[in-house]
């Protein structure tokens, strides 16, 4: 088996965790499972946190990473750093997804939809239902719920408005990047609350965002693949979301299925308005024609 140092491939962490699988007793293999799901937490906490936080021995979280082929804890720390350090582009991350799946259309398709089974069960853990909740929570005594997703998770932030907007809540989506995003920025106000799509190391729109959030007194949520980021310290609920795989090509679909869970969850706070609301959107709907437009 390859060494951490001199592991050259897409994914180091998880070659490693496939390489070893026969050699982990299941207790092992569940101590490799969470660091897997949690890499950037695993690089602020020790044996003994680990342990507490899976809810095994600190002997078993010791072995399970010795049986990955380390010598301790801090050599897989160092590992995990470095690819999380290295920030790839699109293209690098494309390339790596393209060499593991080859030309076959089905290993494509599996990778995807294996990288969004592990992240929903993800989704699964009590730690991660909780937080959905406190989100709900928050948006029940908010007046109006305002989504700012840059780039690539602009249209999830405009789709999400529309839905939140169909059960009677008032929303906006913000899109804008750069100094485009200042007018909107300037419409925040007490009573809303902030919803933050963001991954990985702050950029300036979320944290110009963030602290107008805090100069107008309003909460911030944010929903992330990156729980211990400058954005999550910053933000007061932080919601996981995993996009996929390390180094490979970013997936975006459990970030969907997350604000559709609020969505539905909040939905279902008011029962009675919800209902209201979707039939004057059917009225509406019908007065213009039915349903003559792509959902």
Do not use: W
Not at 128 to 144: D, I
Not at 189 to 211: C, F, H, Q, S
Not at 242 to 258: A, Q
């Amino acid at each position: 088996m390859p060494t951490p140092e001199n592991a050259q491939i897409a994914d180091r962490f998880a070659e490693l965790i496939r390489q070893s699988q026969d050699k982990l007793s299941p207790a092992e293999q569940r101590v490799v499972s969470f660091i897997d799901r949690n890499r950037a937490a695993a690089l602020a906490q020790s044996a003994s946190q680990l342990a507490a936080d899976i809810g095994t021995s600190n002997a078993t979280v010791v072995r399970a990473v010795q049986n990955l082929g380390f010598k301790g804890l801090a050599e897989l720390r160092r590992l995990i750093a470095t690819d999380i350090d290295r920030q790839p582009s699109s293209t690098e991350n494309m390339r790596r997804t393209l060499a593991q799946v080859g030309e076959s259309s089905e290993l494509a398709a599996t990778l995807v939809l294996e990288s969004h089974l592990k992240a929903l069960q993800a989704l699964q853990e009590p730690d991660a239902r909780t937080r959905l909740n406190q989100a709900v929570s928050c948006f029940a005594s908010s007046e109006r719920i305002v989504i700012l997703g840059i780039g690539r998770a602009g249209p999830i932030a405009s789709y999400v408005a529309v839905m939140f907007g169909r059960i009677g809540r008032r929303a906006r989506a913000f899109t804008a990047s750069g100094a485009g995003l200042a007018d909107d920025l300037l419409d925040l106000r007490r009573g809303d609350v902030l919803v933050l799509l963001a991954n990985g190391n702050p950029y300036k729109e979320a944290v110009t965002a963030i602290r107008q959030a805090r100069l107008v007194g309003i909460q911030v949520v944010l929903v992330t693949e990156s729980e211990t980021s400058k954005i999550a310290r910053r933000s007061d609920i932080v919601v996981p979301a995993p996009r996929g795989r390390t180094e490979h090509v970013s997936l975006h679909g459990t970030t969907m299925c997350v604000m559709e869970a609020l969505v539905t969850g909040l939905a279902a706070c008011d029962r009675d308005r919800t209902l209201l609301e979707l039939d004057r959107f059917e009225d509406l709907r019908t007065q213009l024609g039915g349903r003559d437009y792509v959902e």
